[in-house]
């Protein structure tokens, strides 16, 4: 009995183990068997801010186009959930992973293709274009986001709200070797900023 | 010596394995912790559970169906896209999480529980953490442990439901037990070694700055602290080499009896700090009900400690007693500091009953746990751990 179980778990966690290896040719080899077993109720991920941990602030701003087809200013609709949670110390709210966890996975794909096109990347190749279903879970983020905007603007327009766009923006911090200077300040630093398609607000109510 | 004894016996050490549970008060404060943490799971969004998890919320029920669909998985929630269930659902959840902190409703509670757990996370997958990644793979590991022996409010129906059972089923308690002692065990040591693994291929990682880099995102900073944290040079340094190293070697540690109550003490810690630092409550305090398993001894010894301070608070109150049993500050709790003091004066057996809440009397002898015994050490002498 003791061995058959302490058996059963060694092939469980062989099998996590492998699912946690890095991209290797044993890991394709038996990523079919190990994700029919693991997925979705063993599923993990370990990786906990390694190798890379972020070095950008990642957020969005929204506005919205009302019924006389004017369009808004940006409406920040990021910080009042990140202070909300710099706030709290014990069990903070999470409503601020509403914004960060879309937009930190929105460049992200599996392994594979991850590793194919950072390699593309640093041969100066062209960069594989993204697969249908990239483009559709990029679709429904973007669909998220803007529902999410679009509910945090309740001012916007009156309250009669036709359309709305995300803009997502990315901050790189200052790197540590500009830690000591003026430009290594936390609010310095370049900032990149990608406009999503403009949501009908009628689709997202 | 001791390996001699090893070798000559390994079938005397498979049967204490399997005669022998271990660890069973670790298991039972791990899952009290781990309840905690999930009942504020819900209590922590309760002020936007229908925005977050209801059917008009930000993610509508259609689309929410459509993504469950997707990833090939169940949750309560999908059985009706009225506002009235998805609220039953949730206040169902929160209070199942409280029974099993509370300890009661036993292992099938356990179950039920996890299935509440499973069908809110997938509600809303954005909302989640390493720390329900955690809770999910631990509980059905808890459910093959003794974790409602001990730290729980027992009704009774659990041992009369045992009685009934087969005298077969009854025997694999102990071995099942044990295995999922170990197999929570293995996990936590999986996790350590994944994260730190990676981080000594990162480059942060190696330069020993990444604290810097990761304190100064917003989402994880605690405003007038982390500042002072990430400005210091020599903190950055010492805290991003220190957790990397602590990580990789975090399962050797656990593997030698000696130091395994101190490696999870470094581990509560390290999450702690985390938990502050970092505002990652839950996921720190799931990482630590995990550690709990290691520290069976140590929280034997605090309860102790505790009851006995409580006796005397009680005893001053009250202003009565003849001077009691105990010749006053001798048993001060600074005197039992010593591991193996708390055997020789354990707490009379109407005290411990009131914990261990109605096992069998046969049972009890067991519950004396050795501080951090492990299934792989118990064939060995006692007198070897220290």
């Known amino acids: 009995m003791l061995l058959a179980g302490a058996a ?87 409503m601020a992973r509403l914004v960060s966890g ?49 509910t945090q603007m309740p001012q916007a327009c009156d309250g009669d709200v ?33 406009d999503f398609p403009w949501r009908k607000a009628s689709v997202l109510r | ?92 959840g929160a209070l199942i999480a409280l029974a099993v902190m509370l300890g009661i409703g036993g292992r099938c509670g356990l179950a039920v529980h996890w299935v509440f757990l499973w069908s809110i996370y997938q509600r809303q997958t954005v909302l989640l953490d390493g720390g329900e990644n955690l809770a999910y793979l631990v509980i059905p ?25 087969p005298g077969g ?31 000594v291929q990162g480059q942060v990682w190696q330069d020993g700055t990444a604290l810097f880099y990761i304190l100064r995102l917003p989402e994880f900073t605690l405003p007038g602290v982390s500042e002072y944290v990430y400005g210091s040079d020599t903190l950055v340094y010492a805290a991003t080499y220190s957790s990397v190293l602590f990580q990789v070697y975090f399962p050797l540690g656990i593997l030698v009896r000696r130091v395994r109550p101190w490696a999870a003490l470094v581990s509560i810690g390290f999450h702690l700090s985390i938990a502050v630092l970092m505002g990652l409550t839950s996921f720190a305090l799931t990482m630590v009900a995990c550690d709990l398993i290691f520290l069976s001894g140590g929280i034997e010894r605090t309860l102790t400690l505790a009851r006995r301070a409580r006796r005397r608070v009680m005893r001053r109150w009250t202003g009565s007693g003849p001077g009691g049993n105990d010749p006053g500050g001798k048993d001060a709790p600074g005197t039992s500091g010593t591991p193996d003091s708390d055997t020789g004066d354990a707490p009379p ?11 069998p009397s046969g049972e009890r002898a067991r519950e004396d746990e050795v501080p951090g015994t492990h299934p792989a050490a118990v064939g060995k002498a006692t007198g070897v751990q220290r």
């Not at chain 1, 194919?116 to 100066?124: G, L, S, V």
Request: charged share 20%.
């Open chain 2, 141 to 165: 590991m808890l459910m093959l442990t003794r974790c409602y022996d001990r730290l729980a409010c027992s009704t009774g129906t659990a041992r009369r439901l045992a009685r009934r059972l």
């Open chain 2, 1 to 92: 010596m001791k390996a001699g004894k090893l070798l000559s016996s390994p079938f005397s050490a498979l049967d204490d394995w399997s005669s022998r549970p271990v660890s069973v008060l670790g298991v039972s404060a791990a899952r009290a912790l781990l309840g905690f943490v999930c009942f504020m799971y819900y209590v922590s969004q309760y002020s936007d559970r229908r925005y977050l998890f209801g059917p008009d919320g930000v993610l509508p029920h259609d689309e929410f169906v459509d993504q469950l669909h997707a990833s090939g998985t169940f949750s309560l929630y999908s059985w009706s896209s009225a506002p009235l269930w998805s609220d039953l659902v949730f206040h169902a």
């Open chain 2, 169 to 199: 089923v009854r025997a694999v308690s102990t071995p099942l037990h044990n295995l999922g002692v170990v197999a929570i065990g293995v996990q936590i040591c999986l996790v350590y070694m994944v994260s730190g693994l990676y981080k």
């Open chain 1, 162 to 194: 036709r359309a709305v766009q995300v803009r997502m923006y990315i901050h790189q911090l200052p790197p540590w070797s500009k830690r000591n200077t003026p430009e290594g300040d936390p609010d310095e630093g370049k900032v990149e900023v990608y």
């Open chain 1, 8 to 94: 059963l778990l060694g092939v469980h966690f062989t099998m996590t183990a492998l699912s946690q290896a890095p991209l290797s040719p044993a890991k394709i080899r038996y990523q079919e068997t190990v994700n029919d077993y693991l997925q979705p109720y063993f599923a993990q991920t370990w990786t906990l801010f390694a190798p890379d941990p972020l070095t950008d602030d990642r957020g969005i701003v929204a506005r919205a186009r009302c019924a006389d087809s004017t369009v808004t200013e940006y409406y920040d609709v990021t910080t009042p959930y990140i202070k909300s949670t710099q706030d709290s110390r014990f069990f903070p709210s999470r």
């Open chain 1, 102 to 150: 879309p937009v930190q996975e929105f460049n992200n794909s599996d392994e594979l293709l991850n590793r194919m096109r950072i390699d593309a990347q640093n041969d100066k190749k062209p960069l594989m274009p993204l697969m249908p279903h990239e483009k559709r879970s990029r679709s429904e983020t973007i669909t998220f986001l803007s529902r999410y905007s679009l």
């Open chain 2, 349 to 359: 057996h109407d005290e411990l009953d009131k914990v261990t809440a109605g096992l």
